[in-house]
């Protein structure tokens, strides 16, 4: 029969032994990791990063809906779709560039970060090449 922990919050001895062995898999994995690798993986790992990250990619889904009705339309969209564009595109570069920076080969064992990694270069792919291009398309 279980016993009845001391005090509130003792009881959840699982999930408290599951959060301390996470601590200690991370100090063992990253213990010879130099300061700057070690910080950029906290930042990359907290809630905060992962709410943000959320945000640009609602904030992108809308650009290309605002995107597609205004061409549907036949008009010109407004100009400050593209920059706008531009620049999640850019903070989605630096995001990966971190993501590897912290994880290295670890990050593209994940098959959910190497599909990210792929949807971000053929963005960045095809952002070049459409401006290059003297037509617009």
Same mark, same amino acid.
């Given at each position: 029969?279980?016993?009845?922990?001391? *005090?509130?919050?003792?009881?959840?001895? /699982?999930?408290?032994?599951?959060?301390?062995?996470?601590?200690?898999? =991370? =100090?063992?994995?990253?213990?010879?990791?130099?300061? *700057?690798?070690?910080?950029? /993986?906290?930042?990359?790992?907290?809630?905060?990063?992962?709410? $943000?990250?959320?945000? /640009?990619? $609602?904030?992108?889904?809308?650009?290309?809906?605002?995107?597609? &009705?205004?061409?549907?339309?036949?008009?010109?969209?407004?100009?400050? @779709?593209?920059?706008? &564009?531009?620049?999640?595109?850019?903070?989605?570069? @630096?995001?990966?560039? /971190?993501?590897?920076?912290?994880?290295?080969?670890?990050?593209?064992?994940?098959?959910?970060?190497?599909?990210?990694?792929?949807?971000?270069?053929?963005?960045?792919?095809?952002?070049?090449?459409?401006?290059?291009?003297?037509?617009?398309?």
């Amino acid at each position: 029969r279980k016993q009845m922990p001391a *005090h509130p919050g003792a009881g959840d001895d /699982l999930s408290q032994a599951t959060a301390a062995d996470e601590v200690a898999k =991370r =100090r063992e994995l990253t213990k010879d990791w130099s300061s *700057h690798r070690r910080g950029v /993986l906290t930042l990359v790992s907290s809630w905060q990063f992962e709410l $943000s990250t959320g945000i /640009l990619i $609602s904030c992108s889904m809308l650009l290309v809906i605002l995107d597609v &009705n205004s061409s549907a339309d036949g008009g010109q969209p407004p100009t400050w @779709i593209p920059i706008a &564009n531009i620049t999640i595109l850019t903070l989605f570069v @630096i995001e990966l560039v /971190l993501k590897v920076f912290a994880f290295r080969r670890l990050y593209l064992s994940d098959r959910l970060a190497a599909f990210d990694m792929m949807i971000v270069v053929l963005d960045l792919m095809v952002t070049i090449v459409l401006s290059l291009l003297p037509v617009n398309i």
